[in-house]
């Protein structure tokens, strides 16, 4: 079967997906992104046929240089000019497209067919709430798309708000590997070791976590943040842990590829994830699988896993004082992790298997085909 996954090759989940497919070895795949490669690894981009529709000429590249947010429509309309013209070259079984209101819309706009359009979290519940192009993009894909993904039921409810066929919706997160993100083989985690894995962006309230972990040095000194992400508020984090005293108790990261971050959550005893929106994280079901005690913002998506006061705790208030203490009961109370520690692991087992979620998406590949065919 001959696919082309329209995706930004620099996204982490688009390549956790393009490496699993290969693994399956069914598949010749197209990956095809509106993005050049940055810090990829060669090896992925050589078992796939790769190609970047970014313009490389001097007039492009003087065209990228004005804000994007006076040419976003521009772009998207040149890209799926593109790539309808390349869909005629390759000649794909499936198109597969990750985020609905911008690879999603381009491959729509390309009259692409039959077409997966996979929503990643933002593109439904953040960007169509705060600007009527993302919303129109996200409603025209809605209704060109074959088959639409969500990771998460309140993602799902949210595409049928904007006028999606709930028919055309599969509801299943990516999964994780339940191989590589496992707990210690003596149960032993490092008792007074949190963790973050979430970008350094505002949606994530990185700065709310320093200032619970204000609140948790007070009363364990010892304790440690490992916050393992990179973006744009990184130096001003910097200059928080210094201003509150804490910069001895709190370790920047910047990225880790996988193999590393697994080490990470294999050691940590809670793990702490509150953005102001979300669908499902991969990072909170690696963390879960890993055995780490979650502490999370009271979202919709974080409901669909983290029972408050049972396998987690759910933040309802985003407050220093209020996270802060959560994760003080998480660190004082070990008996309460290995409670949670059992649940969520089969909780894992259960809905967050990698390998029986891409399944799905599979069976979907094969169910398209059998259609066109007919």
């Not at 990771?151 to 595409?159: G, Q, R």
């Not at 972990?213 to 000194?221: K, R």
């Not at 913002?297 to 408050?308: F, G, I, M, T």
Request: net charge positive; with cysteine; charged share 25%.
């Amino acid at each position: 079967m001959k696919l082309c996954i329209l995706g930004n090759v620099n996204c982490i989940h688009v390549q956790r997906y393009v490496r699993y497919l290969l693994e399956q070895g069914l598949y010749e795949i197209n990956l095809v992104s509106l993005s050049e490669p940055k810090d990829i690894d060669p090896d992925l981009l050589k078992k796939v046929h790769f190609i970047s529709l970014r313009g490389r000429s001097i007039l492009w590249k003087l065209y990228s240089r004005i804000p994007i947010g006076s040419k976003y429509l521009i772009d998207c309309e040149i890209y799926a000019h593109k790539f309808k013209s390349l869909l005629k070259k390759i000649k794909p079984d499936i198109i597969h497209a990750f985020f609905l209101t911008h690879c999603g819309y381009v491959a729509a706009r390309a009259g692409a067919r039959p077409l997966i359009a996979s929503a990643l979290g933002s593109d439904v519940l953040y960007h169509p709430e705060r600007a009527f192009l993302y919303k129109m993009f996200l409603q025209y894909v809605l209704g060109k798309a074959d088959v639409i993904t969500s990771d998460a039921e309140t993602c799902s409810k949210a595409m049928m708000k904007y006028g999606a066929n709930g028919k055309r919706i599969v509801t299943v997160p990516f999964g994780i590997d339940l191989g590589k993100y496992t707990i210690p083989e003596d149960g032993a985690k490092e008792t007074a070791m949190i963790l973050s894995s979430r970008n350094l962006e505002p949606l994530y309230n990185i700065d709310l976590i320093l200032d619970a972990m204000a609140v948790v040095v007070a009363e364990i000194p010892e304790a440690k943040i490992y916050i393992a992400g990179k973006g744009s508020q990184r130096a001003g984090l910097e200059k928080k842990t210094e201003e509150l005293g804490i910069q001895g108790s709190v370790i920047f990261l910047d990225y880790l590829d996988d193999r590393k971050m697994a080490g990470y959550y294999k050691r940590a005893s809670v793990f702490v994830s509150v953005p102001s929106s979300d669908a499902t994280a991969q990072s909170l079901l690696e963390a879960m699988a890993s055995g780490c005690f979650p502490v999370v913002s009271d979202l919709p998506a974080n409901r669909e896993w983290v029972k408050n006061g049972g396998n987690g705790f759910v933040i309802p208030v985003l407050d220093p004082t209020v996270l802060g203490n959560s994760i003080l009961i998480a660190l004082k109370n070990p008996e309460l992790g290995k409670k949670a520690r059992a649940m969520n692991i089969e909780l894992m087992r259960a809905k967050a298997d990698m390998n029986k979620n891409m399944g799905i998406f599979a069976g979907e590949y094969r169910r398209l085909l059998r259609k066109v065919q007919a």
